[in-house]
């Protein structure tokens, strides 16, 4: 199993900020990434999810410029992004590729404060990128409490995690849910988030690690999520629910309707938006029982949630593949697995696991089995365990 050993990564992005940009980079700030144990698409949708912040993310190493140029390095990818920040518009340049998240965060920061100075920042991940693990919200966090602190706004959590959600949503253009942004810049320790995300409300539940061990299972199919379906989704709920608006009754989002008012809509939505509509309703009823389970330590109900979300998000909502279908039924055919589900938006990048304490190593060799026999390629595994907040180091 590949365990990549974070402790380096800080010195690591000091060291590199030194070469590049010489003297000391002023601070250094983390952001974790997260899994979402149940509540799969509907946070967009006004539902409820419950997203834990992993012990991996995200690290920046930040100086303020006062010549209002942006400078950004990343330890894994080699684009060099070096531009003006009167450069900056309203909308993402796809020239600046990774560069877009924290230039998206710090456009909003200086919309919300009106100040110009630029910014020279080194990132390193212990985090696979673009694969379901919400690197993108991590450096947008990592940005926003980068730029609270060295400004001194002094924002609060929420702020923060709305304006990384503002640089995701308005900037880059992904029509996502404010779950990851949420996830990583209010994580506690030893907790998940119950995210009531109409609120948007929250409560932080106890998840006992040593009552269950949470292994990720990377399928290595890319995802890009702008270029995916995920737009298309938001699409169809917001028509589904316009149309339960119309024909059956006024509530504020999709998830507030149950499954007699999809009856009641019959004829009047398409099999497809039904199907996209009883993915949103029947996943509200897994998260209530999968919190319930998860208050009192029974994590056979919340695997079993986990088995039926997964369902449902690939035969209702269309957003699993083959990789992550045979990925999940692999784990779920193995000895001491309480269930199995994709993470993230899903169309590629990893899946979970929930195993018994002990079992994720023997999980593991015996799902990366049958992975290769099948794809005949290496699927990656990590146990991941309940990650702190975001903050300096
Ligand atoms: C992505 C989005 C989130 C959420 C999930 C699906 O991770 O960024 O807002 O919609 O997909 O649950």
Known sequence: MNRTASHGLPDAIRERFRREF???????FFAPGRINLVGAHLDYNGGDVLPMAVDRGLYVAVRLRNDGRIRLRSLAVDRQIDIDGTDVGQRANHEWGWGNYPIGVWQGMRTRIGREDGFEMVVGADLPMASGLSSSAAIEVATAIALDALYGTKLERQQIALLAHRAENGFVG????????????????GHVLWLHCAGPRFEHVPFDPSACEVL????KKPRHLSRTGFNDRVAQCATAHETLRAHVRDLPHLADYNLADLK????????VLMRRARHVV????????GVAALRVGDYQTLGRQLDASHRST???????CDELDVITDAARACDGVFGARLTGAGFGGCAIALCRPLFATAVAEQVGKVFRERFRVEAGFD?????GGAGEI
Do not use: W
Not at 264 to 271: L, N, P
Not at 314 to 320: C, F, K, N
């Open 264 to 271: 009641a809509a019959h004829g009047a939505m398409d099999e």
């Open 22 to 28: 010489g003297g000391n980079a002023s601070r250094c």
């Open 383 to 387: 146990v991941l365990r309940v990650g």
């Open 314 to 320: 690939s035969v209702d909502y269309e957003v699993s």
């Open 282 to 289: 029947t996943e509200m009823g897994r998260i209530a029982t």
């Open 174 to 189: 992904l029509r996502c849910g404010i779950m990851d942004q949420f996830a990583s810049a209010l994580a506690k320790p």
């Open 216 to 219: 990720v299972m990377d399928t």
